[in-house]
């Protein structure tokens, strides 16, 4: 018997405030095989998560500020 598994896209995003210009690598995926919503798995030393009704958004920790993927 031969099971078909689907995979996870799975991504890397780099991160860069544009006011003190810290960089970061965050890792994101989609939440189950047959979804477009998005989850982080890993967010860089520095970054935060914001839930927005748009989807995820990065803020530099210090600034407070969006990055810029």
């Known amino acids: 018997?031969?099971?078909?598994?689907?995979?996870r896209e799975q991504w890397i995003e780099k991160l860069v405030c544009p006011n003190c210009r810290k960089?970061?690598?965050?890792e994101?995926?989609?939440?189950?095989d047959l979804s477009w919503d998005v989850q982080t798995d890993s967010v860089p030393e520095?970054?935060?998560v914001i839930?927005?009704?748009h989807g995820i958004e990065f803020?530099?920790?210090s600034c407070?500020?969006?990055v810029e993927p």
């Open 1 to 7: 018997m031969h099971v078909l598994e689907m995979m």
């Open 23 to 26: 960089t970061g690598m965050a």
């Open 28 to 32: 994101l995926s989609q939440t189950d």
């Open 46 to 48: 520095g970054f935060d």
């Open 51 to 53: 839930q927005s009704q």
């Open 59 to 61: 803020h530099c920790a």
């Open 64 to 66: 407070d500020v969006p």
